[in-house]
C-alpha cells in the first residue's frame, strides 16, 4: 500500500513569494492535516480537510490556507511568504476526522527555505 | 491552554541501558495519546495509541503506558537503530504535540 506523497520535496523562495504544497494520501484516507515543523515550535497543527471540508484549524495567519480536491489529495498555500515560514511542512493522512481517534501517517515531508 | 511536554529533550544510551522517555499532557477532553517516532529528514512514524489509564502497549523494545496526566514510553535495552526523536501527541480536537526526546544509543 502506497504511503502518503508530499512534492515538491525541497523548495526554495524568497520574501513575499507564495508557495502550493501539495499532498496526495493513503487510498482510501479522507482525511488529511497539515503540520509545521520548526526546531524551536516543534510540530504545530495548521488544519484538516476531511472530504473537501475544512474540520479544524489551528493557530495559524491567514496567509496559510488549504484545500482538499474530491479524490482526497490536498494542497495547502502559503501567500506573502516571511523568513519564518522556513520550515518543514508534514501533511497525514487517517480514515477519520475531528481529532483523530486512529492513527496518522504522515509523509516525508517538504522543506521550504524562505530567503 | 492544551499542552504536552515531554522530558528529558536528549538521552544518550549506552546499548543494552534500559530507560524512559516521559510526556505530561494537559489537554481537554483527551480522546487519545500517541507516540511516534521521527529519524532525520523523515515525518513521524506511528508507534502506539493509549486512550485510557492504566493501559499499556508493546512493540519490540518499546513500552508505553499512559496514566491520567502523563505517559511513558520504557525502552528496554536499546540498540542504536532506536536512535531517533521520539514525539508524543494527545488528542482533543487536534493532534497537540511535544517537542520531542532526541534518544541517541551508542555501542
Known amino acids: 500500500k502506497a504511503g502518503v506523497t508530499q512534492t515538491p520535496r525541497y523548495l526554495i523562495k524568497t520574501r513575499g513569494q507564495q508557495v502550493t504544497l501539495s499532498c496526495s494520501p493513503i487510498?482510501?484516507?479522507?482525511?488529511v492535516s497539515w503540520y509545521q515543523q520548526t526546531p524551536g515550535q516543534g510540530l504545530q497543527f495548521l488544519f484538516e480537510?476531511?472530504?473537501?471540508?475544512?474540520?479544524n484549524k489551528g493557530n495559524f495567519p491567514g496567509r496559510f490556507s488549504g484545500r482538499q480536491f474530491s479524490n482526497s489529495r490536498s494542497e495547502m498555500n502559503v501567500s506573502t511568504l516571511e523568513l519564518g515560514d522556513s520550515a518543514l511542512y508534514l501533511c497525514?493522512?487517517?480514515?477519520?476526522?475531528?481529532?483523530?481517534?486512529?492513527?496518522?501517517?504522515f509523509g516525508p515531508g517538504t522543506r521550504l527555505t524562505v530567503l | 491552554e492544551d499542552q504536552v511536554t515531554q522530558s528529558p529533550e536528549a538521552l544518550r544510551l549506552q546499548e543494552g541501558e534500559s530507560s524512559s522517555l516521559n510526556c505530561s499532557y494537559t489537554v481537554s477532553g483527551l480522546r487519545g495519546l500517541f507516540w511516534y517516532r521521527q529519524d532525520p529528514g523523515k515525518g513521524p512514524e506511528f508507534l502506539f495509541t493509549?486512550?485510557?489509564a492504566g493501559e499499556e502497549k508493546e512493540k519490540e523494545r518499546l513500552k508505553a503506558t499512559l496514566t491520567k496526566k502523563e505517559s511513558f514510553l520504557h525502552i528496554t535495552a536499546p540498540k542504536p537503530e532506536d536512535s531517533a526523536t521520539y514525539l508524543c501527541?494527545?488528542?482533543?480536537?487536534?493532534?497537540?504535540f511535544g517537542k520531542g526526546t532526541t534518544l541517541s544509543v551508542s555501542s
Open positions: 487510498s482510501g484516507h479522507r482525511s
Open positions: 493509549l486512550y485510557s
Open positions: 480537510y476531511f472530504s473537501e471540508t475544512q474540520r
Open positions: 497525514a493522512s487517517s480514515l477519520v476526522s475531528g481529532g483523530p481517534l486512529g492513527e496518522q501517517f
Open positions: 501527541a494527545g488528542t482533543g480536537t487536534a493532534l497537540i
